[in-house]
C-alpha cells in the first residue's frame, strides 16, 4: 500500500502545483505534430492578409509547407514552453491570470526573431533555408532587423494569454470534454481581442523589405498601411459593411477558427501527456 500512497501523494502535490521540468517534452512534440499539420492553414491565412486575397485564394495554398522547419521550430518551441512557463508564472505571481500574461509576454519577446524570418519565408517567391533567409536580413539591416515587431508582439501574447488563462477559472470542476470547449472559447476570445496586434505585426514583417530597414522608414511604412485601413473602413456603404470589412480583413473567422482548435488540442495533448508521464494521473 505504501508505492500506492507515495503515487497518490506526488499527484496531489503536482495537481496543486501544475507539471514539472519532464513535460516540456510533452510540449515540444505536441507543437511539433500539431504545427506541421496546421503549416498550410497558416500560411494561407499570412498571406491573405499580406495579399488582401480571400482565405481560399489558389495562391495562398500553393507550396503549403513552405517555410514548414522554421514554423515547426517556432511553434514546437513555444508550446513547449507556453504550459510550464504559464504554470511558473502562475506559481510565481500567485495569480493565473497574470502568470498567463507573463507567459505569452516571455514566449513572443523569445521567439520573435524566429517568426519573423518564418513570415519572410511564406511571403518569398522562392524557398530558402532559415539560415538563408536570417543573412539576408542581417546582411540587409544588421541585428536589429530581428528586434522589428517585438514591442507589438508582445502586447499580442500578453493579451492572448489574459484571455487563455481565463479557461483555468472555468474547468476545474468540468470534464474533459468541458475543459476542451473552455479551451476553444477563452482561446477564441484572445485570438479577437489581440487581432488588431496580430494584423499590425503581421504588416510590421511584410514592410521590412518594403522600407529601407530602419526604425524610422519601417515604422512610416505600418502608420501608412494603418491610415489606408481606417479610410478603406470608413469607405464602406454602410455599418455592417464596415464590420465585414474588419472581419475580412482581420480573418477573425478562419483565423480565431484555427487558434482555438489548435490551443485546445495542444492543451489537451500536453495535459495527457503530462498525465502519462507524471505516472498516469
Known amino acids: 500500500m505504501a508505492p500506492e500512497s507515495n503515487n497518490q501523494d506526488r499527484a496531489l502535490w503536482r495537481h496543486a502545483h501544475g507539471p514539472q521540468l519532464p513535460c516540456v517534452p510533452c510540449g515540444i512534440v505536441s507543437g511539433l505534430v500539431m504545427t506541421g499539420a496546421l503549416n498550410p492553414w497558416d500560411r494561407a491565412l499570412y498571406l491573405s492578409v499580406v ?3 480571400s482565405f481560399f485564394d489558389r495562391s495562398n495554398w500553393q507550396h503549403p509547407f513552405r ?3 522554421q514554423t515547426v521550430g517556432q511553434r514546437g518551441l513555444s508550446s513547449g514552453l507556453y504550459f510550464p512557463l504559464e504554470e511558473a508564472c502562475s506559481r510565481w505571481t500567485s495569480s493565473a491570470v497574470v502568470g498567463g500574461q507573463l507567459a505569452g509576454i516571455i514566449n513572443g519577446a523569445m521567439l520573435n526573431p524566429i517568426a519573423l524570418v518564418k513570415h519572410q519565408n511564406w511571403g518569398s517567391k522562392e524557398g530558402a533555408s532559415f539560415v538563408e533567409t536570417s543573412m539576408h536580413l542581417y546582411r540587409y539591416a544588421g541585428l536589429k532587423v530581428f528586434t522589428h515587431g517585438l514591442a507589438v508582439t508582445m502586447c499580442r501574447d500578453a493579451i492572448f494569454g489574459f484571455c487563455f488563462s481565463l479557461r483555468k477559472t472555468a474547468w476545474h470542476c468540468q470534464d474533459e470534454r468541458g475543459a476542451f470547449a473552455a479551451s476553444m472559447v477563452f482561446a477564441a476570445l484572445g485570438t479577437v481581442l489581440s487581432s488588431p496586434f496580430n494584423y499590425i505585426r503581421n504588416i510590421t514583417y511584410a514592410s521590412i523589405l518594403a522600407s529601407d530597414g530602419t526604425s524610422r522608414s519601417m515604422r512610416r511604412r ?4 494603418l491610415l489606408e485601413f481606417a479610410a478603406d473602413v470608413r469607405r464602406q456603404e ?16 478562419w483565423g480565431s477558427f484555427r487558434v482555438a482548435v489548435g490551443m485546445a488540442m495542444l492543451d489537451f495533448a500536453y ?7 507524471n505516472g498516469g494521473v
Open 51 to 53: 495579399h488582401r486575397t
Open 222 to 225: 505600418v502608420e501608412a498601411l
Open 67 to 69: 517555410g514548414i522547419l
Open 271 to 277: 495535459s495527457a501527456c503530462c498525465r502519462f508521464l
Open 238 to 253: 454602410t455599418p455592417l459593411r464596415s464590420a465585414q470589412f474588419v472581419q475580412e480583413r482581420l480573418k477573425l473567422g
